[in-house]
C-alpha cells in the first residue's frame, strides 16, 4: 500500500546528512594531521595535537593543518559546484511534469554512492584527496538541496488550503530541527565508540532504508498523472525550463517583479552567510584556545541544530504580535549578534554561551520562503521552489568556498576574523528588508497581490 507522507524519507535524509557532515571534516582533520606530522591523533583525547604555546612546533603544526584541512574543504566543494547547480536545476523543474519521486530517488542513490565510497576510503585508508572525485560524482546525482527541494514541492502539490501547507511545512522544519539536534549532540560518540569506519557504514543504511521507503512505500502525487508527460527532445526540454522560470517573472506586476527580485536577494546574502560560516565552527574549535574533542564538538553541533525548533517555535510565537518583517529582523540582528560574539570566544563556556543567539537563525529564512510564496501565483510554486533550489545550491557551494578561503588565509593571524566578517555581512540582507518596509508592503498588500494580478488579467482580457 503506498503512501503519501515524505515526512519518513526527510526524517532519513537529515539523519544521513547531519551525521556524515561532522564525520567528513573530522576524518579529513585528522588525515591531515597524520600526513603532516609524524603521529596519528587518539581518538577520545584532543589535548597532544592542540597546543596554545605560539613559540611551540605544534602550535606552528596544528595552524598548518587548519590551513590545508580549509583548502581541502574549498576544492571538494568547488568540485561540486556545476554539477549540482545543473542537476539541482534539471531535476526539480523537470519534476513539475515527470513527478516528484525521481529527483529524491537519483539524489538518495548519489548520497548512498558516496556514503559507501566514505566507509571504503576509510577502512582502507586510501588517498582522503579522492573525496574531490566522489564529491563530484554524487552532486551529478543531486545534492541534499535537490532532495529537499523535492521534498517540498511534493508536499506543495497535496496541500489544497494554504493553512494545511503551512502546518506541513513547520513540521518539516520542526522534524529537521530534532534530528539535526540530536544526531549532532551523539556525532561525537559515534566517532569515538564506533570509529569513523563503522560510523560512515551507519549512514549508508540509513539511506539505504530511505531508498528503500521512496521506491516501494512512498506513492505518487495526484499531480504527476498529467497529460503534459509528452515525450520531447532533450533541447526542447531545457528551453523549457528556463522558459518556465523566465514567465515566473514575466506575469507579475512590476511591484511584484521588484518584491520578489528582492526577497530572493534578501534571502540569499542571508543564506550565503550562514550556510558559508557553517563548516567554520568545526575548525575554529579544533583550534587552540578551545581545542574542543570529538564529543564537544557533538555538543556545539546540537546546540547549532536546536535553531531550528526554537525558530520554529519563535515563528508561532512572534506571529501573534509581529508582522513577518520584524519577524525575520529579530532573526538576522540576533544571528549577527552571535557571529560578532564567536569571534571573541576563547572559553568552552564563552563558545557554548554563544550558541544562544544563534536560536533564531532559521527564522529569517523561514519568514522569506513564507514571503516569496506570496508574492507568486499558486500555479507557480513549484517553479518557484526550483528557483530557489537552484540558488541555495549555487549560494551554498560559493558560500563555503568563498569563507573556507578566507579562513585558511587569516587562521594564522586571528582566526575568529572570519565571523566579525560575517557580523558584517549580515547588514546586507538587514538593510535590504529595510527597503522591502520602505515600499510600505504590508501582510494585507502583499497576499492579494497575485490575485489582484489576476483579476487585471481577467479584465484585459
Given at each position: 500500500m503506498k503512501v503519501l507522507f515524505v515526512e519518513p524519507a526527510i526524517f532519513l535524509s537529515a539523519f544521513a546528512m547531519s551525521l556524515m557532515g561532522p564525520l567528513t571534516t573530522q576524518y579529513v582533520y585528522r588525515r591531515i594531521w597524520e600526513e603532516t606530522s609524524n603521529y596519528s591523533i587518539a581518538i577520545g583525547s584532543n589535548i597532544s595535537e592542540c597546543e596554545e604555546n605560539k613559540s611551540s612546533p605544534i602550535f606552528i603544526l596544528q595552524k598548518e593543518v587548519q590551513k590545508k584541512a580549509s583548502l581541502f574543504s574549498l576544492q571538494m566543494d568547488m568540485s561540486g559546484l556545476i554539477p549540482g547547480l545543473i542537476s539541482t536545476f534539471i531535476l526539480l523543474s523537470n519534476s513539475d511534469h515527470h513527478g516528484r519521486k525521481f529527483p529524491l530517488i537519483l539524489s538518495s542513490v548519489g548520497a548512498l554512492a558516496t556514503s559507501i565510497w566514505l566507509c571504503l576510503l576509510?577502512?582502507?585508508?586510501?588517498?582522503?584527496?579522492?573525496?574531490?572525485?566522489?564529491?563530484?560524482?554524487?552532486?551529478?546525482?543531486?545534492?541534499?538541496?535537490?532532495?529537499?527541494?523535492?521534498?517540498?514541492?511534493?508536499?506543495?502539490?497535496?496541500?489544497?488550503?494554504e493553512k494545511q501547507k503551512t502546518i506541513r511545512i513547520a513540521i518539516v522544519d520542526l522534524i529537521l530541527g530534532l534530528v539535526t539536534g540530536l544526531t549532532g549532540l551523539s556525532s561525537g560518540y559515534f566517532i569515538r565508540e564506533l570509529g569513523f569506519v563503522w560510523s560512515y557504514l551507519v549512514t549508508a543504511l540509513a539511506i539505504a532504508v530511505n531508498l528503500i521507503y521512496i521506491l516501494f512505500f512512498l506513492g505518487n502525487p495526484e499531480k504527476e498523472s498529467s497529460s503534459q508527460n509528452v515525450s520531447v527532445s532533450y533541447r526542447e526540454s531545457f528551453k523549457?525550463?528556463?522558459?518556465?522560470?523566465?514567465?515566473?517573472?514575466?506575469?507579475?506586476?512590476?511591484?511584484?517583479?521588484?518584491?520578489?527580485?528582492?526577497?530572493?536577494?534578501?534571502?540569499?546574502?542571508?543564506?550565503?552567510?550562514?550556510?558559508?560560516?557553517?563548516?567554520?565552527?568545526?575548525?575554529?574549535?579544533?583550534?587552540?584556545?578551545?581545542?574542543?574533542?570529538?564529543?564537544?564538538?557533538?555538543?556545539?553541533?546540537?546546540?547549532?541544530?536546536?535553531?531550528?525548533?526554537?525558530?520554529?517555535?519563535?515563528?508561532?510565537?512572534?506571529?501573534?504580535?509581529?508582522?513577518?518583517?520584524?519577524?525575520?529582523?529579530?532573526g538576522i540582528l540576533t544571528t549577527m549578534t552571535g557571529m560578532a560574539a564567536t569571534a571573541f570566544a576563547r572559553t568552552t563556556l564563552m563558545m557554548l554561551l554563544v550558541r544562544l543567539p544563534f536560536l533564531f537563525t532559521v527564522v529569517p529564512l523561514s519568514v522569506l520562503r513564507s514571503m516569496l510564496s506570496k508574492v507568486v501565483h499558486s500555479t507557480e510554486q513549484g517553479t518557484l521552489f526550483a528557483c530557489i533550489a537552484f540558488l541555495e545550491t549555487l549560494g551554498g557551494v560559493a558560500a563555503i568556498s568563498t569563507f573556507n578561503g578566507i579562513y585558511s588565509a587569516t587562521v594564522a593571524w586571528y582566526p575568529g576574523f572570519t565571523f566579525l566578517l560575517c557580523a558584517g555581512l549580515l547588514l546586507i540582507p538587514a538593510v535590504s528588508l529595510c527597503i522591502v518596509k520602505f515600499t510600505k508592503w504590508t501582510e494585507e498588500s502583499y497576499a492579494l497581490l497575485p490575485q489582484e494580478d489576476s483579476s487585471k488579467d481577467t479584465a484585459d482580457g
Open positions: 576509510s577502512y582502507f585508508a586510501l588517498p582522503f584527496q579522492l573525496l574531490i572525485a566522489s564529491t563530484f560524482l554524487g552532486a551529478l546525482c543531486g545534492n541534499y538541496t535537490t532532495f529537499f527541494g523535492g521534498c517540498f514541492a511534493y508536499i506543495v502539490d497535496q496541500c489544497k488550503e523549457n525550463l528556463f522558459y518556465r522560470t523566465y514567465m515566473l517573472f514575466k506575469n507579475s506586476s512590476r511591484k511584484q517583479q521588484f518584491l520578489l527580485c528582492l526577497l530572493l536577494f534578501t534571502m540569499m546574502t542571508y543564506f550565503f552567510v550562514v550556510i558559508g560560516v557553517s563548516p567554520i565552527f568545526i575548525l575554529y574549535e579544533l583550534d587552540s584556545p578551545l581545542c574542543w574533542n570529538e564529543v564537544f564538538i557533538g555538543y556545539g553541533s546540537a546546540l547549532g541544530s536546536v535553531s531550528f525548533l526554537t525558530s520554529f517555535l519563535g515563528i508561532w510565537v512572534f506571529s501573534f504580535c509581529l508582522d513577518d518583517i520584524h519577524i525575520a529582523f529579530i
